[in-house]
T-cell receptor, first 108, second 121 residues
């Protein structure tokens, strides 16, 4: 399996801050990486696919970058509704697709 | 607007079989991979497997000996069966839409509402 490791596991930030979450893959996955946001009691929501493509309807303050084994999700100016758990997912190898352990973004 | 609606029994005893169904409304059933993902309480996400309208499936090796997936094109539904459940299978189970059959995006863009499955004696 391809292991996905996110850092940090948790993060405290304030409204208006710029925040970056990192995801590392245990092997080269090219640009086959997606990012999700999950709020309590809700299904995950796709934010970014193919490492840097913004899913339709997602605010432009979210951006993704990277390739190979290292990827980042950046929120340019945190809004109150952005406090949630964020997951990365590798989409290169279907056996199996794997997720990072999650990063909890909390209000400072 | 594509929506997924899922249902199934929420409480099971050890050794029983989990059975979930997900209906696809408002979009093409024949053009995508349809996926099951689970999330134990307070934990991360685990991909269970995917299936196409024709029944072609890929399963997580860690679960494949216990998992069966099926697709019903007459109802635009797909289903998951997980046999011999234990407490470790307690989780929220989600259905989701994956890659297109011909255009691969890499993400799961539409999700069902989730079903909490509890395995307890």
């Amino acid at each position: 399996d391809i292991q996905m490791t996110q850092s940090p596991s948790s993060l405290s930030a304030s409204v208006g801050d710029r925040v970056t979450i990192t995801c590392r893959a245990s092997q080269d996955i090219g640009s086959w990486l997606a990012w999700y946001q999950q709020k309590p009691g809700k299904a995950p929501k796709l934010l970014i696919y193919a490492a840097s493509s913004l899913q339709s309807g997602v605010p432009s303050r979210f951006s993704g970058s990277g390739s190979g084994t290292e990827f980042t999700l950046t929120i340019s100016s945190l809004q109150p509704e952005d406090f949630a758990i964020y997951y990365c997912q590798q989409a290169k190898s279907v056996l199996p697709y794997t997720f990072g352990q999650g990063t909890k973004l909390e209000i400072k | 607007q594509v929506q997924l609606q899922q249902w199934g029994a929420g409480v099971l005893k050890p050794s029983e079989t989990l059975s979930l169904t997900c209906a696809v409304y408002g979009g093409s059933f024949n053009s995508f991979y349809w996926t099951w993902i689970r999330q134990p309480p307070g934990k991360g996400l685990e991909w269970i497997g995917e299936i196409t309208h024709s029944g072609s499936s890929s399963l997580n090796p860690s679960l494949q000996s216990r998992v069966t997936m099926a697709a019903d094109t007459t109802k635009n539904q797909f289903s998951l069966r997980l046999k011999s459940v234990t407490a470790a299978d307690t989780a929220i189970y989600y259905c989701a839409r994956g890659n297109g059959l011909y255009i691969r995006s890499g993400g799961f863009d539409i999700w069902g509402q989730g079903t909490m499955i509890t395995v307890s004696s």
